[in-house]
């Protein structure tokens, strides 16, 4: 088992800056890549932003690209998303996830909200 566990949420105004960490414990080695999921109130949970563990490849989605950054820190098993020029629209709790294959998230952790006001 691998257990997340988020933090960093909160209210933010449009143009701001948030920074999400998840941190990972229990059975870390198994974990092949990590991501940053997505729910906003009334939506489908979407996909934000993932990295691999070991090579530390990363994908965005594309609302996402080029204002959203993931990064993980290996030695506190970590990852990280920065988050800026933060939109309305980008509202919604945000979950860590992880996944010991290449496909399947196994774990989830609890989400933390990020509310961007207008």
């Known amino acids: 088992q691998v257990q997340l566990v988020e933090s960093g949420g909160g209210l933010v105004q449009a143009g701001g800056s948030l920074r999400l960490s998840c941190a990972a414990s229990?059975?870390?080695?198994?974990?092949?890549?990590m991501a940053w999921f997505r729910q906003a109130p009334g939506k489908a949970r979407e996909f934000v932003a993932r990295?691999?563990?070991?090579?530390?490849?990363?994908n965005y989605a594309d609302s996402v690209q080029g204002r959203f950054s993931i990064s993980r820190d290996n030695a506190k098993n970590t990852v990280y998303l920065q988050m800026n020029s933060l939109k309305p629209e980008d509202t919604a709790v945000y979950y860590c996830?992880?996944?010991?294959?290449?496909?399947?998230?196994?774990?989830w952790g609890q989400g933390t909200q990020v509310t961007v006001s207008s």
């Open positions: 229990g059975r870390t080695a198994s974990v092949y890549r």
């Open positions: 990295i691999t563990w070991r090579s530390g490849s990363t």
């Open positions: 996830a992880a996944a010991q294959g290449q496909y399947v998230y196994d774990f």
